[in-house]
């Protein structure tokens, strides 16, 4: 095996392993505050995207319209998001957050960065610097792959 087809191999595996670990983390330290992970990158797309139409969410979720609207319907009736006349359109509805909904993303947010410190206070600023610039890359990839 080539150089560069075991360098693929190691960015899978490592990758695969950080967005698992992730995961379960986020499960454990968004669910605490009665949502989903999916109802919580939901609140995240909207606080980053501003009021958007549910297929426009959806397509930023990467998740199918139905999907995303039972993540949605959810969050209605928790009361973190609500349904507005779209300015552009005044026969479509757009979806936006709540002052609860912005507050508890708020919450969360925080309490996710803070872990994030936490998890690279021992590692070198040259480092964290350098990794960012590989993952921002790698996004950037995978997006174009994607077509997004």
Not at 4 to 26: C, G, M, S
Not at 43 to 55: A, D, M, S, Y
Not at 58 to 65: P, T, Y
Not at 110 to 136: F, G, Q, R, T, W
Request: charged share 25%; proline share 2%.
């Amino acid at each position: 095996m080539d150089t560069k087809l075991k360098r693929a191999e190691a960015l899978y595996e490592t990758v695969n392993q950080l967005i698992r670990v992730h995961q379960f983390r986020d499960r454990e330290s968004i669910c605490c505050h009665n949502v989903s992970v999916a109802q919580c990158y939901a609140l995240e797309t909207l606080v980053k995207r501003g009021p958007l139409r549910l297929k426009a969410l959806a397509e930023e979720m990467c998740l199918d319209k139905s999907t995303t609207s039972r993540v949605v319907d959810a969050l209605l009736r928790k009361g973190y998001v609500q349904k507005t006349l779209d300015p552009h359109d005044q026969r479509a509805v757009q979806l936006s957050l709540t002052n609860e909904g912005q507050a508890l993303y708020a919450t969360i947010r925080k309490s996710l960065i803070a872990e994030e410190a936490s998890m690279i206070a021992d590692i070198p600023d040259d480092v964290v610097d350098a990794a960012l610039a590989l993952l921002n890359k790698l996004t950037v990839a995978a997006r174009a792959r994607l077509g997004a």
